[in-house]
């Protein structure tokens, strides 16, 4: 439900199929709003390393030709040191760091919690498995970062995980990676295929 309400909050805004969206989150489950509620439009998520700063950051929102950002508050220190390098980007929107009260929105952003507002009914648009899901950006150890493009298809990862680990629906999924990562997105793709629970961490600690 709140994966549809975000999807259609996201169309009401002007995102269309194949636009590009950026999403700077930590762990949360407002993080898999905003991929698959744009993933059921047939956008394409560009999954920020939230480790990024300056002209690493603004290299690859340039390069993906996004319009939308969905960023936490947490991050704006970063991104507001390279706004002005962004000429193409129309929309943010911020999820706070507090969710007992509203975030401090730069000019012209949204707070987040207004998408969930939208309408919980299903976003019916023509998306198929060859369509291009996200874009996930290498490290550039050796040059500039080069975007990978994934396909809604490679959700399948979720189906052969089970089987490979034993894995099955009394468990829960406990991930600690780093959702704009592929080894956490698979982590979650698990859970989502196996009908379970998922319990996510921004990071791993021994001592919790």
């Known amino acids: 439900e709140r994966v549809n309400r975000v999807g259609n909050a996201l169309e009401g805004l002007g995102v269309q199929k194949d636009d590009k969206v950026c999403v700077m989150l930590p762990n949360a489950p407002e993080f898999l709003?905003?991929?698959?509620?744009?993933?059921?439009?047939?956008?394409?998520?560009?999954?920020?390393?939230?480790?990024?700063?300056?002209?690493?950051?603004?290299?690859?929102?340039?390069?993906?030709?996004?319009e939308t950002i969905i960023i936490s508050e947490r991050y704006l220190p970063a991104f507001n040191e390279i706004r002005g390098d962004l000429a193409q980007l129309k929309r943010m929107i911020v999820?706070?760091?507090?969710?007992?009260?509203?975030?401090?929105?730069?000019?012209?952003?949204?707070?987040?919690?207004?998408?969930?507002?939208?309408?919980?009914?299903?976003?019916?648009?023509?998306?198929?498995?060859?369509?291009?899901?996200?874009?996930?950006?290498?490290?550039?150890?050796?040059?500039?970062?080069?975007?990978?493009?994934?396909?809604?298809?490679?959700?399948?990862?979720?189906?052969?995980?089970?089987?490979?680990?034993?894995?099955?629906?009394?468990?829960?999924?406990?991930?600690t990676l780093p959702l704009f990562h592929i080894g956490g997105q698979n982590m979650v793709w698990m859970a989502l295929a196996t009908d379970t629970r998922v319990a996510m961490a921004d990071r791993f600690s021994a001592s919790r």
């Open 95 to 175: 999820l706070g760091d507090d969710r007992d009260k509203a975030p401090t929105l730069p000019p012209g952003a949204m707070d987040f919690s207004e998408l969930l507002t939208a309408s919980p009914s299903t976003p019916l648009k023509d998306v198929w498995s060859e369509d291009i899901d996200s874009i996930m950006y290498t490290s550039g150890t050796t040059g500039l970062p080069k975007g990978v493009v994934h396909r809604h298809d490679r959700c399948y990862g979720g189906f052969v995980l089970p089987i490979m680990t034993g894995f099955d629906d009394q468990d829960v999924v406990y991930n």
């Open 33 to 66: 709003y905003a991929w698959w509620g744009d993933a059921k439009l047939g956008g394409v998520t560009v999954q920020l390393n939230v480790a990024l700063r300056g002209e690493g950051l603004s290299y690859i929102i340039n390069h993906c030709d996004a």
